[in-house]
T-cell receptor
Framework: DQQVKQNSPSLSVQEGRISILNCDYT??????FLWYKKYPAEGPTFLIS?????DKNEDGRFTVFLNKSAKHLSLHIVPSQPGDSAVYFC???????????FGKGTRLHILP | GAGVSQSPRYKVAKRGQDVALRCDPI?????LFWYQQALGQGPEFLTY????????KSGLPSDRFFAERPEGSVSTLKIQRTQQEDSAVYLC????????????FGPGTRLTVT
């Protein structure tokens, strides 16, 4: 049973526009959420995270929003750039937990 | 500085063979994690070390899977009597801290069992 769900396998966005990647989770005990980015033949690279005590965290072009009541988070990338084309994984962790639970990923294509 | 390295990058094994996958974490990183990523899936947790102690092995799928980190640095994931369902990318990650924070991933080892 998937605890972290990314329901869109792929997303295409025009260069310069906003990319919005969505993620839902089922375990209400999760208190820390992360987004990773992955290029082919490379390991995932950490992008941005958010603790459950916050509802927004921003880092440059990347912003993560957390809606705890809906058990939903989203990653906004603005403006989208060609180098943003990659697979994006949503991930979550519970209190006093070391491991990360990943979603299946969303492949983002930035169109010229 | 050097990141997490893994070797071999690709491994083809015949069903029933034993394999050993190596992970060299970032120097000084206390925590080390192994994940398994099947095609079209996200990484799935296998096991976690803090220094040389294996604190969590709840994700290891069977007793054919064994991991060690004897000196608290390099780690080896061993799979005995490989099966076709073991075909996946095996990712290693290290972190200077415990917990889910700042995990730095290696490029992975792609294992194909024929």
């Amino acid at each position: 049973d998937q605890q972290v769900k990314q329901n869109s396998p792929s997303l295409s966005v025009q260069e310069g526009r906003i990319s919005i990647l969505n993620c839902d989770y089922t375990n209400s005990m999760f208190d820390y959420f992360l987004w990773y980015k992955k290029y082919p033949a490379e390991g995932p690279t950490f992008l941005i995270s958010i603790s459950s005590i916050k509802d927004k965290n921003e880092d440059g072009r990347f912003t993560v929003f957390l809606n705890k009541s809906a058990k939903h988070l989203s990653l906004h990338i603005v403006p989208s750039q060609p180098g943003d084309s990659a697979v994006y994984f949503c991930a979550a962790s519970g209190p006093r937990d070391d491991k990360i639970i990943f979603g299946k990923g969303t492949r983002l294509h930035i169109l010229p | 500085g050097a990141g997490v390295s893994q070797s071999p990058r690709y491994k083809v094994a015949k069903r029933g063979q034993d394999v050993a996958l190596r992970c060299d974490p970032i120097s000084g990183h206390v925590s080390l994690f192994w994940y398994q990523q099947a095609l079209g899936q996200g990484p799935e947790f296998l096991t976690y070390f803090q220094n040389e102690a294996q604190l969590d092995k709840s994700g290891l799928p069977s007793d054919r899977f064994f991991a060690e980190r004897p000196e608290g640095s390099v780690s080896t994931l061993k799979i005995q009597r490989t099966q076709q369902e073991d075909s996946a990318v095996y990712l290693c990650a290290s972190s200077p801290l415990g917990g889910p924070y700042e995990q730095y991933f290696g490029p992975g080892t792609r294992l194909t069992v024929t």
